[in-house]
C-alpha cells in the first residue's frame, strides 16, 4: 500500500485487516513526531530512542484497542509520552496502556480484529531465534520487564539486552512483511494451554501426585537453572523445590503466560505462609524452554530492577 493519498483511518484499517506495508508506513507516518515527543521530554541520546521503539511495539499490540483510527497520530505520540513517564519512574515501560490512551472498551468486531493481529505478530514472533524471542517477550508481551531484569533474567549484560532487543525488533518487522499472508495459530490458545499445564504441575505439589505429573510434562534431561546454577537432568529437583515450598506453606499465584512456539514465560506471585510472612520473595519468573509441547528446560528467576 502507497502513503500518497491514503487517511491514517486507511492504513489502521488495512494494518487490522492483515497487511504489514499499511502497518508499516502508518508508523514510517508518525516516527519524526513520535520521535520529537520523546526526545522533548528525555533528551538525545538512547532513553529517547527506546521508548520510541517500544511505543511501536506496544501500539503493534495494542492497535485493535484504537476507539478513533484517524486519531492514531495522538494515540502514539500518548503512547511515546506514557514511555518516557514509565522511563522517569524506573518502571516497566511495556505495561499495559492506561485507559486514556487505550480508550473506550472495544466492541466485538475489534475484539476480533486485535486477536487476528495478535495471532499475526505471535506468529512472526515465533520464527525468531530463541534468544531474540525471549527478550521480546520478557519486554513487550510477558510482565514489561525492565532492561535490568531481562539482563538477570538472561545471564547477559545490559548491552546485550538492548542489542537482541534492536535485533529482533528489526527482524521482527522483516517476518511481519513475509509472513503476512500466511496461516497463524491461535497464540491465545497456545498460552492458556501451556498455563493450564503449568499450573496442574504447581496444583500437583499441594494436592499430591506430582512426581507423575512432572514426569508426564518434561523430557528426562530436562535442565533447571536458578539461583543454584544450571543442573541437567533435573526432573527429580523440581519435583523437591515444588515440594519443600508446598510443605513450607509457600503457594504460587499464576499472574501472567506468554507462550511462543520455543518458550513459556508464566509471571508468579509467592505468598508465604501466615506464619512466615517473609519466608520468600514476593514473586517469582519462569521461564520455560519447549520442546515438541515438551518442557526442555527451566530458569526460575526472582527479578529485581536495578
Given at each position: 500500500?502507497?502513503?500518497?493519498?491514503?487517511s491514517?483511518g486507511?492504513l489502521?484499517?488495512a494494518?487490522?485487516?492483515?497487511?504489514?506495508?499499511?502497518?508499516?508506513?502508518?508508523?514510517?507516518?508518525h516516527?519524526?513526531?513520535m520521535?520529537?515527543?520523546?526526545?522533548?521530554?528525555?533528551?538525545?541520546?538512547?532513553?529517547?530512542?527506546?521508548a520510541?521503539?517500544?511505543?511501536m511495539m506496544?501500539?503493534?499490540?495494542?492497535?485493535?484497542?484504537?476507539?478513533?483510527?484517524e486519531a492514531?497520530?495522538?494515540?502514539l505520540?500518548?503512547?511515546?509520552r506514557?514511555?518516557?513517564r514509565?522511563?522517569?519512574?524506573?518502571?516497566?515501560?511495556a505495561?499495559?496502556?492506561?485507559?486514556?490512551?487505550?480508550?473506550?472498551?472495544?466492541g466485538?468486531?475489534?475484539?476480533?480484529?486485535r486477536?487476528a493481529?495478535?495471532?499475526?505478530?505471535?506468529?512472526?514472533?515465533?520464527q525468531?531465534?530463541e534468544?531474540?524471542?525471549?527478550?521480546?517477550?520478557l519486554?513487550?508481551?510477558?510482565g514489561g520487564?525492565s532492561?535490568?531484569?531481562?539482563?538477570q533474567?538472561?545471564?547477559?549484560?545490559?548491552?546485550?539486552?538492548?542489542?537482541r532487543?534492536?535485533?529482533?525488533r528489526?527482524?521482527l518487522?522483516?517476518?511481519?512483511?513475509?509472513e503476512?499472508?500466511?496461516?497463524h495459530?491461535?497464540?491465545?490458545?497456545l498460552?492458556?494451554r501451556?498455563?493450564?499445564?503449568?499450573?496442574?504441575?504447581?496444583?500437583?505439589?499441594?494436592?499430591?501426585g506430582l512426581?507423575?505429573?512432572?514426569?508426564?510434562?518434561?523430557?528426562?534431561g530436562?535442565?533447571?537453572a536458578g539461583w543454584?546454577?544450571?543442573?541437567?537432568?533435573?526432573?527429580?529437583?523440581?519435583?523437591?523445590i515444588?515440594s519443600?515450598?508446598a510443605e513450607?506453606?509457600?503457594r504460587?499465584?499464576v499472574?501472567?503466560?506468554?507462550?511462543t512456539t520455543?518458550?513459556?514465560?508464566m509471571?508468579?506471585?509467592?505468598?508465604?505462609?501466615?506464619?512466615?510472612?517473609?519466608?520468600c520473595?514476593?514473586?517469582?519468573?519462569?521461564v520455560?524452554?519447549?520442546?515438541?509441547?515438551r518442557?526442555?528446560?527451566?530458569?526460575l528467576?526472582?527479578?529485581?530492577a536495578?
Amino acid at each position: 500500500m502507497g502513503d500518497r493519498g491514503v487517511s491514517d483511518g486507511e492504513l489502521v484499517t488495512a494494518a487490522l485487516g492483515g497487511d504489514p506495508a499499511g502497518l508499516g508506513v502508518l508508523l514510517e507516518r508518525h516516527r519524526a513526531d513520535m520521535r520529537a515527543v520523546a526526545v522533548a521530554r528525555l533528551g538525545y541520546g538512547p532513553g529517547a530512542e527506546d521508548a520510541v521503539q517500544d511505543a511501536m511495539m506496544t501500539a503493534l499490540r495494542r492497535l485493535g484497542d484504537l476507539r478513533d483510527p484517524e486519531a492514531v497520530g495522538p494515540w502514539l505520540r500518548a503512547i511515546v509520552r506514557n514511555e518516557c513517564r514509565m522511563q522517569v519512574r524506573s518502571a516497566r515501560p511495556a505495561a499495559p496502556l492506561d485507559r486514556d490512551i487505550a480508550g473506550a472498551d472495544p466492541g466485538g468486531e475489534q475484539v476480533l480484529e486485535r486477536h487476528a493481529l495478535g495471532d499475526w505478530v505471535w506468529h512472526a514472533v515465533g520464527q525468531l531465534s530463541e534468544p531474540l524471542q525471549l527478550v521480546l517477550v520478557l519486554r513487550h508481551f510477558g510482565g514489561g520487564h525492565s532492561y535490568a531484569e531481562i539482563a538477570q533474567i538472561c545471564g547477559v549484560p545490559v548491552g546485550t539486552v538492548r542489542s537482541r532487543l534492536n535485533d529482533g525488533r528489526r527482524k521482527l518487522a522483516e517476518v511481519l512483511l513475509a509472513e503476512a499472508d500466511a496461516a497463524h495459530g491461535d497464540a491465545g490458545s497456545l498460552a492458556r494451554r501451556r498455563g493450564d499445564r503449568l499450573q496442574e504441575m504447581l496444583g500437583a505439589s499441594v494436592k499430591g501426585g506430582l512426581a507423575g505429573v512432572v514426569a508426564d510434562l518434561a523430557e528426562p534431561g530436562m535442565v533447571m537453572a536458578g539461583w543454584w546454577g544450571a543442573v541437567p537432568d533435573a526432573r527429580d529437583l523440581l519435583v523437591r523445590i515444588l515440594s519443600m515450598d508446598a510443605e513450607a506453606g509457600v503457594r504460587e499465584r499464576v499472574a501472567d503466560v506468554s507462550a511462543t512456539t520455543r518458550f513459556t514465560v508464566m509471571d508468579c506471585e509467592l505468598v508465604s505462609p501466615p506464619w512466615d510472612p517473609t519466608h520468600c520473595p514476593p514473586a517469582v519468573l519462569w521461564v520455560v524452554r519447549m520442546q515438541a509441547e515438551r518442557i526442555a528446560g527451566i530458569r526460575l528467576c526472582h527479578p529485581v530492577a536495578a
